[in-house]
């Protein structure tokens, strides 16, 4: 099957036809995983990453330090 990579903002898209949607478990909004494999595209139904595998990926170079945005709006302590 085949279908046609057209730009849009940020890169570009590909129309997956509804049956080939349904038997790769994809649904309009959800994550799709992308990777090239031996020079070809795979897209694979995704899924929302765990609170556990977001703060795996926190490292001392992409923490940031703390910050405050405006003045306190109650009891804080700034």
Known sequence: MRSRVEKCS?????????????EA?????????LEVAEGRLVV??????????LLAR???ENLHSEWADGPPVGAELL
Request: aromatic share 0%.
């Open 25 to 33: 478990g994809l649904r309009e909004g959800d994550l799709a995983e």
């Open 44 to 53: 694979r139904a995704g899924r929302a990453s765990t609170l556990a595998e």
């Open 10 to 22: 940020g890169g570009l898209s590909v129309v997956v036809p509804d049956s080939l949607a349904a």
């Open 58 to 60: 926190v490292t001392p």
